[in-house]
């Protein structure tokens, strides 16, 4: 079996934002903060799984006079996401009891609202954020009592852009997919050190230097050591010198040689 590890993810944070302004800043990427326009995010989430996809849609197969199948016809699709808050406070209570008051609870009178689900893994950050809106309910009940904390489900229904049926705008750390390193041949004399650089490139198409992050290692250390990139040639021969970071390896060594 083979597979990229840095391609997997178990979210070890989860946050729910919730605005009720419908033209409300997004982010500019993964990497910049939630907008002052969002707020708080909801707060403590119930449970280990921290949400539920679900996907509903009408499914109908047509068949020819003979019986054969020729068709399967796909319509009425329908995403909701379904989550436990734990917290009373503001946000959660505006979900909760919307249209109601300090003091009052009225009946709830849901209005749509922008929603951003957003996850982290280390130093990953995965964000959905709805391109249209969501109108989020009370789903079933709740218990409260002195044995267990209060936790209440909730389900927001995604509606998506109707021209270009959107449903989510996605913001992501990107995702490393290779590592070159320059230059690739070094001539060194005994106890002489030089600079080897490891640039990456990410799936979005953009580079970062990371020379001082990645994982060095050398062929023969008996013939050059390398450390955060400094290459120093200890004794005759020749030695290759490599890198790797996030599952990722460098894609050629720079060989090293006497000068």
């Known amino acids: 079996m083979t597979g990229t590890p840095a391609n997997t993810a178990v979210w070890s944070e989860f946050d729910i934002y919730v605005s009720t302004d419908m033209a409300v800043?997004?982010?500019?990427?993964?990497?910049?903060?939630?907008?002052?326009?969002?707020?708080?995010?909801?707060?403590?989430?119930?449970?280990?799984?921290?949400?539920?996809?679900?996907w509903e849609r009408s499914d109908e197969l047509k068949f020819d006079h003979n019986g054969n199948?020729?068709?399967?016809?796909?319509r009425n699709f329908a995403e909701t996401i379904k989550f436990k808050v734990m917290e009373d406070n503001a946000k959660t209570r505006a979900l909760v009891h919307p249209g109601s008051s300090a003091g009052q609870l009225v009946t709830p009178v849901v209005v749509p609202v922008k929603l951003c689900l957003e996850a982290h893994d280390g130093t990953k950050t995965y964000r959905r954020i709805t391109d249209n809106y969501a109108e989020i309910d009370v789903d079933g009940g709740w218990s409260e009592g002195a044995?267990?904390?209060?936790?209440?489900?909730?389900?927001?229904?995604?509606?998506?852009?109707?021209?270009?049926?959107?449903?989510?705008?996605?913001?992501?750390?990107?995702?490393?997919v290779s590592i070159a390193l320059t230059p690739l041949t070094l001539g060194l004399t005994t106890g002489q050190t030089k600079q080897v650089v490891a640039t990456g490139t990410f799936d979005d198409a953009s580079t970062q230097v990371l020379t001082d992050v990645v994982t060095w290692a050398s062929s023969d250390i008996a013939k050059a050591t390398v450390r955060f990139g400094d290459v120093t040639w200890v004794a005759a021969g020749s030695a290759n010198i490599t890198c790797s970071y996030l599952g990722v390896s460098s894609t050629a060594p720079v060989v090293v040689t006497a000068s």
């Open 25 to 54: 800043a997004l982010p500019a990427s993964a990497a910049a903060a939630m907008p002052v326009g969002w707020g708080t995010p909801v707060g403590f989430l119930e449970g280990d799984d921290a949400i539920e996809v679900g």
């Open 147 to 176: 044995s267990n904390l209060t936790n209440i489900p909730l389900i927001a229904t995604i509606f998506p852009t109707i021209a270009t049926k959107v449903r989510w705008i996605e913001q992501k750390t990107p995702t490393l």
């Open 69 to 74: 199948l020729i068709r399967k016809i796909r």
